[in-house]
């Protein structure tokens, strides 16, 4: 038991590390190496919500979804980048319509409207959050790497730190009926982690003031706490551990990004609301 502890806790070491540089380095270089990073990691996710929608017996418009999705992606990026004008955003709304008309050439389905209601959701649950971002990196009209990069620092602190201190001293849970691992603890720990990370960050990244940085580091971690809660909600509801294979020892693209779901909206809503 305590060796394969010591394995999973090894693979999520190598993933993490590995993954975080590489993101770290999309993030950092220029604009089109955040696009590329961004775009992969938003397509998988999208594939993996709806493989998983598929397993719970849902039948979702699979392709349509992802293409759905990964256009909003696209249309923000150029959009916030400045490339196109913002009226493109209109073309949202008729291209997500034409799932209603491909359902009416759907055969044999008892819950045509359910299975219309779950290519939705990915793309609310998944996609949109990712194409957000867009909006924080292009916040001052170019690119800037520094929100992107401090959020995801201060993320991946909550996840980090919450791990560690709910591994060696979780006892309260924190929300047993979603997860049972999860522990008040592991919480407490996770927000120490971030919130010295978000001061740090603050420090280094004049993008944004100080103040605003501590704010948003809160934002994080509880918008990283109730995302990671949500996935289990939903891992739970088609009886799964994880949401895929893809990153050993963290699980699939959902399972990493989870708290990046919750985390974008309240983002950029504070980032536009103290504008």
């Known amino acids: ?85 913002h009226k493109y955003y209109y073309l949202i709304f008729p291209l997500v319509s034409f799932v209603y008309v491909i359902k009416l050439y759907k055969k044999f389905e008892r819950k045509p409207f359910t299975n ?13 959050p990712f194409a957000l971002l867009n909006v924080s990196a292009f916040e001052n009209g170019r690119y800037n790497y520094q929100i992107i990069l401090g959020c995801l620092l201060i993320l991946w602190a909550t996840d980090t730190g919450a791990y560690f201190a709910g591994t060696f001293f979780g006892k309260r849970k924190l929300f047993e009926r979603i997860s049972p691992k999860k522990s008040w603890e592991g919480f407490v720990g996770g927000a120490v982690l971030a919130m010295a990370i978000a001061y740090g960050v603050s420090i280094y990244f004049t993008t944004l003031p100080q103040w605003q940085w501590l704010c948003m580091g809160w934002i994080i971690i509880i918008g990283g706490t109730y995302g990671d809660l949500i996935e289990s909600l939903l891992k739970r509801s088609i009886e799964i551990k994880d949401s895929g294979t893809s990153l050993p020892g963290h699980g699939g693209f959902l399972d990493r990004f989870d708290g990046l779901f919750i985390c974008a909206p309240f983002i950029v809503a504070f980032l536009e609301m103290v504008k």
């Not at 999520?12 to 775009?39: K, M, N, P, Q, W």
């Not at 219309?116 to 949109?128: C, D, K, M, S």
């Open 1 to 85: 038991m305590a060796e394969k502890k010591f394995k999973n806790l090894a693979q999520r070491l190598v993933t993490g590390i590995l993954g975080s540089a590489g993101v770290i380095f999309g993030v950092a270089y220029d604009e089109a190496t955040y696009f590329i990073v961004f775009f992969l990691i938003c397509l998988f996710s999208l594939i993996e919500f709806y493989k998983l929608s598929g397993l719970d017996g849902m039948l979702p418009q699979k392709t349509f979804g992802v293409v759905s999705g990964m256009i909003l992606f696209c249309l923000s990026f150029f959009i916030e980048r400045g490339s196109i004008s």
């Open 116 to 128: 219309i209601a779950f290519t939705f959701l990915g793309i609310f649950y998944t996609a949109v």
